[in-house]
């Protein structure tokens, strides 16, 4: 005979809803009582009935992760983590590719697969304050990246323009005076170019250094072929440059290969930094340095918040099982005009040595 809910609460001596509320990851039990039932379900080899488990609770199972390109380095070593945060609360993941159209990110907000997941993760491109109602109707949302869209929803950020300016500190640190930038786009709103940019001329203005404009190269998307021909573009037009700030790591990637053909040593003609710390820029040659935003904590707060959230939305059911093996829930839920901004590092490698 399998062993069944009862047989776990008997073993763990808690109730039957107790052990439903862990095996359901109900946010606000014990940890103590926690660890007791998950050792008496290992102890029996209890099997839950994951079928049961999403009829009685409305629930699939399943989060949603939206991004513009995974051919992006960047958003495919983010939906790994996010994979591994979402396996972690018990959850699978589906991925939606939006190419960063404003058109196919509404019609994922509306359209009925919205209702085959318990929440989205979306990490917007083309979204419109204007569009923040669709965000607040239908299924938890959190926003990943700078596009808050003014919207009562959850927001994880990236530090954009601290991280910015701490690689263009870096840059100003080793000698280098004459920085170009590639990558930036006029007309970017709040987007990650505008604000890495901005981290990028606070750290000149700091540094009395001016930055003359012809020394930044817009593109039309974030890939290595963008930032190669950016590279040409800046060297077709005799630019002086001493150092290369790529916002993001492709674009430094690009504009290494061709200051190779052009015979310029890296770092010792022009040192070369990105922004992301995918994993090619720690095995290019020469390593890129590079600004390296905490990935694992973006995507478990995501997941935290959106599962969380669910967990809220369901505690007023006599979820709580025993009352003494419940711990508070919080009053409110946590702020979402408030983004959760996550931690960065720099990575300092080869490209830029003093020279």
Known sequence: MSTTMRDVADRAGVSVKTVSNVVNDFPHVRASTRERVLRAIDELGYQMNFTARSLSLGRTGMLTLAVPKLRLPYFAELADEVIGAAEARGYTVLIEQTGGSRAREIELLTSERRRMTD?????????????????????????????????????????????????????????????????????????????????????????????????????????????????????????QVDAVLGLNDVLALGAMRVLFERGLAVPHDVAVAGFDDIEESRFARPSLTTVRPDRAQIARRAVDLLVDGLGRGRSGDGALGDAADAVDAPATAPDPDAPHVADFSLQVRESTARP
């Open 119 to 239: 929440g989205l993760i979306l990490s917007p491109s083309g979204l419109q304050s204007g569009d923040a109602p669709q965000l607040e109707a239908g299924s938890p949302v959190v926003l990943l990246g700078e596009r808050s869209l003014h919207a009562r929803v959850h927001h994880v950020v990236m530090p954009n323009e601290a991280g910015a300016r701490a690689v263009t500190e870096h840059l100003l640190a080793t000698g280098r005076r004459r920085i170009a930038l590639l990558g930036y786009t006029p007309g970017d709103g709040e987007g990650a170019g505008h604000l890495r940019a901005r981290g990028f001329r606070a750290a000149l203005a700091a540094a009395g250094v001016e930055h003359d404009e012809a020394r930044t190269v817009a593109v039309p998307e974030w890939t290595l072929a963008a930032g190669a021909q950016a590279m040409r573009t800046l060297l077709d037009r005799g630019a």
